[in-house]
């Protein structure tokens, strides 16, 4: 069992910026990779980007890729996704778990942390 806490969610105009932060805990820490993944209002959750605890490998969707950075502090359990050039596409409240096959199965989430991209 493990825990995750979001957070660095907020208001941003599009083209601008924010840093989001997820601290895990427990076999969370553990596991093999971690990923970041977002849903908006009435739409299915979605892969955003991961990274692995030990080598620092990373992966991401076509989406954000360019845009989005992320990455990993072992020290402190924590991972985090630098997002750049916010669109408003990129609305949603936004989770960290691990990232493995058959996480659209999963039956523990955080709470997430809403990023709202407006004018």
């Known amino acids: 069992q493990g825990q995750l806490v979001e957070s660095g969610g907020g208001l941003v105009q599009p083209g601008g910026s924010l840093r989001l932060s997820c601290a895990a805990s427990?076999?969370?820490?553990?596991?093999?990779?971690m990923g970041w993944f977002r849903q908006a209002p009435g739409k299915e959750r979605e892969f955003v980007a991961s990274?692995?605890?030990?080598?620092?490998?990373?992966n991401y969707a076509d989406s954000v890729k360019g845009r989005f950075t992320i990455s990993r502090d072992r020290a402190k359990n924590t991972v985090y996704l630098q997002m750049n050039s916010l669109k408003p596409k990129d609305t949603a409240v936004y989770y960290c778990?691990?990232?493995?096959?058959?996480?659209?199965?999963?039956?523990?989430w955080g709470q997430g942390t809403q990023v709202t991209v407006s004018s």
């Open positions: 778990n691990r990232a493995q096959a058959g996480w659209r199965e999963y039956a523990y």
């Open positions: 427990g076999s969370l820490f553990s596991s093999y990779a």
């Open positions: 990274i692995t605890w030990s080598a620092g490998i990373t």
